[in-house]
């Protein structure tokens, strides 16, 4: 059963008339998008905009002009840590990877676990709760790493791991975060086949049963398509097209 | 005119030789140092215990401080290479406080607290420089050629080129630079100039020991002087120099005990150099912010 | 062989203190990747408060310590609000700048209230007799640097490891703005992490001030040693950088009673230029920085 596009839904996250500029360079030139529930694919050429958009989207940048609405509300200029502890809220991947290098596979999924349910610092420091107790999180913690085949590796620095396996760690964060709405920059790239299939069954299972959102950029055509239920097309700094879910992925 | 106002623009005059010499290597090579007390030390007590125990005339006191102090100077400009510029502003204190512990301990050549007296008066053509009267001029005229000297050398090619490795040193080596060359003569520079101050304080007061100021808060002092007038500019060091050496004598005015003045003066010199820091970087006339 | 045990005994309890001031130098770096200069006046400044509370208006210990513990911890918290925060753009020598300017201001204010002179504060120790290690003698107050130490560790490995806080801090430390897309307020964790070591900073202050002396600036040659030996342990290492300051501790006292009492504070600083020459990122540190 493929998810569509609900039209009766608000958008999770809608954006009109963004503009960003860098020196001169436009990058993103009066953007309008709407992103839906569902896996949404944003394809076009380098420096099309796509990283720009993401990082306005996920507060890492301000829009020069524009607005940005989440479930309605205007977010504009939101740091990314109030972003994320948002309900619905929004988080992301990152094309560089970036872990936390010195703490544990499992701790690197942890951390999501914790932060991003909409608690607040002080209400954070009223909980100093030791970790062992929340046995809870720690399970589907571990439900993730299980998908992801990473939880032999589960004590591991994160440092020691594969590009494959740093990949699909940084994806498992994600998913155990809280959020929304999750923008997923080049999740594809660089990885083997058989990761990319693990990837994607574990989008579309986050999809169909937690109700998560996906975002993502990447240029591998075939896995796009294969896993998107639509795809959006990016040129200079706009949207400029969808190719529709005809390819999409059907169970 | 009295002494007082005499001793004032004298002591104005060394400091801003002080400062100059540390603008060449904190504004013209970008080495952010903060033990350059050092060099003044070495400097005076070069000339004092050139002439008061050897018998040497004064130039040649000052010629060996300032072969000294070059030497030192040197040595500190080889980590500059290596390390990050916090690692190499403590590195810095480090060998200012070095000093300043070799200065108060090494009795047998310093006589540490109880200092080394008789330092004769320097004479220029047989004409003894005194306080109020040849002194003056004889400072504010090194000033002036100094700073003269220096604008030459910041307007040089040598000059440009020094002031590109400071403010991007892989760039500049990309264009065949090589870095060393200008940090170590900044590094040299500065120190022989901070030596012929510390000479000349020396002459000044013909008495001079381990704590007359050759220690931590003299080097933030000059290093204020030049943060506050703006790095990299002439007139800014100098006019920095004279405001913060005029801080203590306004607190004068107040008629405040020592006990209470010194601190305050600390207390003033820390909130400036907090303030400038945050809120305008550059200082009152420079035009350069930190290198990125 | 008496002496060298009294030396060694007599460095590890002053190892103990540079460890204690040398975790904050290294929390604080984790997560802001720069140096604190003035962490080291924070154990001056508590020392003042639990002084001032104790002598001058007679409360009893327990609250000395309260106080001058919240004293210090808030002190952090400002400073980093003034003093840090502001320039976390800025090229990193700014911030130590403005550091070298808070902690010329925190050293000259404790002078104009208190005198240059040396003060103490009494935690009821005084009377009792150290304890006799086969030949050399374990002062009673040195004794409780070393227990109040190792308590300290313990209670911090815990926070680190098990509470949330403490993985935050480690996640920032680690990526501050991978942290951010997963909630965690960095700037709050910086201040946090301010409050956390100026606290136990100022535990160090206390057990200075009670064991040894009490001074306008103390703090200056503590946190040169205790910086120090974050460089020899890595700055990064936080078990790297106390076990550096155990050993500085040792090795500072050991050469002190040994070659020249004199120039003791001139060992931490050849063991600086030696490190920084030759090893900078310290024995524990990852090589691929240039430091």
């Known amino acids: 059963m493929a998810t569509l596009l609900n039209d009766n839904r608000q958008p999770i996250l809608s954006a009109r008339g963004l503009r960003k500029r860098f020196d001169g360079v436009v990058a993103l030139d009066s953007l309008d998008i709407d992103i839906e529930d569902g896996i949404t694919g944003v394809v076009g050429p380098n420096g099309a905009g796509?990283?720009?958009?993401?990082?306005?989207?996920?507060?890492?940048?301000?829009?020069?002009?524009?607005?940005?609405?989440?479930?309605?509300?205007?977010?504009?200029?939101?740091?990314?840590?109030?972003?994320?502890?948002?309900?619905?809220?929004?988080?992301?991947?990152?094309?560089?990877?970036?872990?936390?290098?010195?703490?544990?596979?499992?701790?690197?999924?942890?951390?999501?676990?914790?932060?991003?349910?909409?608690?607040?610092?002080?209400?954070?420091?009223?909980?100093?709760?030791?970790?062992?107790?929340?046995?809870?999180?720690?399970?589907?913690?571990?439900?993730?790493?299980?998908?992801?085949?990473?939880?032999?590796l589960q004590q591991r620095r994160a440092h020691e791991l594969s590009y494959g396996q740093r990949k699909l760690l940084e994806l498992g964060r994600c998913l155990a975060a809280e959020s929304r709405l999750t923008l997923l920059d080049e999740p594809f790239a660089g990885v083997n086949p058989h990761m990319i299939e693990l990837i994607c069954r574990a989008l579309t299972k986050a999809r169909d049963g937690s109700q998560k959102a996906f975002l993502l950029v990447d240029h591998n055509r075939r896995a796009m398509e294969s896993v998107c239920d639509r795809i959006l097309r990016m040129e200079q700094g706009r949207v400029v097209g969808a190719v529709t879910g005809g390819q999409a992925h059907v169970a | 005119m009295d002494l007082h106002t005499v001793e004032m623009i004298n002591s104005a005059g060394i400091w801003a030789i002080l400062a100059l010499s540390l603008n060449v290597i904190v504004?013209?090579?970008?080495?952010?140092?903060?033990?350059?007390?050092?060099?003044?030390?070495?400097?005076?007590?070069?000339?004092?215990?050139?002439?008061v125990r050897l018998g040497a005339p004064p130039w040649l006191g000052m010629a060996v401080g300032c072969?000294?102090?070059?030497?030192?100077?040197?040595?500190?400009?080889?980590?500059?290479?290596?390390?990050?510029?916090?690692?190499?502003?403590?590195?810095?204190?480090?060998?200012?406080?070095?000093?300043?512990?070799?200065?108060?301990?090494?009795?047998?050549?310093?006589?540490?607290?109880?200092?080394?007296?008789?330092?004769?008066?320097?004479?220029?053509?047989?004409?003894?420089?005194?306080?109020?009267?040849?002194?003056?001029?004889?400072?504010?005229?090194?000033?002036?050629?100094?700073?003269?000297?220096?604008?030459?050398?910041?307007?040089?090619?040598?000059?440009?080129?020094?002031?590109?490795?400071?403010?991007n040193e892989i760039a500049a080596m990309s264009l065949g630079v090589r870095p060393i060359l200008y940090k170590l003569t900044a590094m040299v520079v500065g120190a022989m100039a901070a030596s012929f101050a510390g000479s000349l304080l020396a002459h000044k007061l013909s008495f001079i020991d381990s704590e007359a100021g050759f220690g931590l808060s003299t080097s933030v002092m000059v290093f204020a002087m030049v943060i506050l007038g703006g790095r990299?500019?002439?007139?800014?060091?100098?006019?920095?120099?004279?405001?913060?050496?005029?801080?203590?004598?306004?607190?004068?005015?107040?008629?405040?005990?020592?006990?209470?003045?010194?601190?305050?003066?600390?207390i003033i010199f820390g909130i400036l150099l907090v303030a400038i820091v945050v809120f305008r970087p550059q200082g009152l006339f420079g035009k350069l912010k930190f290198r990125e | 062989m008496d002496l060298f045990l009294q030396f060694l005994i007599n460095g590890l309890a002053i190892g103990a203190v540079y460890a204690i001031v040398a975790v904050g130098y290294s929390l604080i770096y984790g997560v802001l990747q720069c140096i604190a200069f003035s962490h080291a006046d924070t154990c001056m400044v508590s020392g003042y408060v639990a002084y001032a509370a104790m002598a001058l208006l007679g409360l009893p210990l327990p609250v000395a310590v309260l106080m001058a513990i919240s004293a210090g911890a808030l002190l952090g918290v400002i400073v980093e609000r003034v003093a840090y925060r502001p320039l976390r753009?800025?090229?990193?020598?700014?911030?130590?700048?403005?550091?070298?300017?808070?902690?010329?201001?925190?050293?000259?204010?404790?002078?104009?209230?208190?005198?240059?002179?040396?003060?103490?504060?009494?935690?009821?120790?005084?009377?009792?007799?150290?304890?006799?290690?086969?030949?050399?003698?374990?002062?009673?107050a040195e004794a409780v640097i070393l227990i109040t130490a190792l308590i300290l560790g313990i209670g911090l490995y815990f926070f680190l490891k098990s509470t949330r806080i403490g993985l935050a801090i480690r996640a920032v430390a680690c990526d501050a703005e991978a942290a951010e897309v997963l909630g965690i307020p960095s700037q709050a964790i910086v201040s946090i992490t301010f409050a956390v070591s100026s606290a136990v900073a100022a535990v160090g202050g206390l057990l200075v001030a009670s064991a040894y002396d009490l001074f306008p600036t103390m703090g200056v040659l503590l946190g040169f040693k205790a910086f120090t030996a974050c460089v020899l342990g890595g700055i990064r290492s936080l078990y790297g950088s106390i076990v550096a300051a155990v050993c500085l501790g040792v090795v500072e006292n050991l050469a002190a009673g040994y070659l020249s009492s004199e120039y003791k504070d001139a060992y931490a600083f050849a063991i600086l230029v030696g490190v920084l020459a030759v090893r900078p990122q310290g024995l524990f540190g990852a090589s691929d920085r240039r430091i």
């Open chain 2, 232 to 266: 990299g500019s002439i007139m800014g060091v100098v006019a920095g120099a004279i405001l913060l050496s005029a801080v203590p004598e306004v607190l004068r005015r107040f008629g405040l005990p020592l006990a209470t003045a010194a601190p305050l003066r600390q």
């Open chain 1, 50 to 152: 796509k990283t720009t958009l993401f990082d306005v989207l996920s507060g890492f940048s301000r829009p020069d002009s524009g607005t940005v609405l989440l479930c309605g509300r205007r977010v504009n200029g939101w740091p990314p840590h109030r972003l994320a502890r948002q309900h619905p809220g929004i988080t992301r991947s990152f094309q560089e990877i970036r872990l936390f290098e010195e703490l544990s596979v499992l701790d690197n999924v942890l951390v999501a676990r914790k932060f991003s349910g909409g608690t607040t610092v002080w209400g954070i420091m009223r909980r100093l709760t030791i970790r062992r107790e929340l046995r809870k999180e720690l399970n589907e913690v571990l439900k993730i790493l299980r998908l992801l085949e990473l939880a032999d």
């Open chain 2, 27 to 51: 504004g013209y090579a970008g080495i952010a140092s903060i033990g350059h007390a050092a060099f003044y030390a070495i400097g005076a007590y070069s000339s004092a215990i050139m002439c």
């Open chain 2, 67 to 167: 072969v000294l102090a070059a030497g030192l100077g040197a040595l500190i400009s080889i980590p500059s290479l290596r390390l990050r510029d916090d690692y190499l502003m403590l590195t810095t204190l480090g060998f200012g406080e070095i000093v300043y512990l070799t200065c108060r301990n090494w009795e047998s050549l310093t006589n540490g607290p109880r200092g080394i007296g008789g330092i004769p008066t320097l004479r220029v053509l047989s004409v003894p420089v005194t306080e109020m009267g040849l002194m003056p001029w004889l400072i504010w005229g090194c000033v002036f050629t100094l700073a003269g000297l220096l604008w030459a050398l910041e307007h040089s090619p040598f000059g440009r080129q020094m002031m590109a490795v400071r403010d």
């Open chain 3, 89 to 140: 753009h800025a090229p990193r020598i700014m911030p130590l700048i403005s550091a070298l300017g808070v902690s010329i201001i925190l050293q000259n204010a404790a002078a104009l209230l208190f005198g240059p002179q040396s003060r103490n504060i009494d935690i009821g120790v005084s009377s009792l007799r150290g304890i006799a290690i086969s030949g050399a003698v374990l002062p009673a």
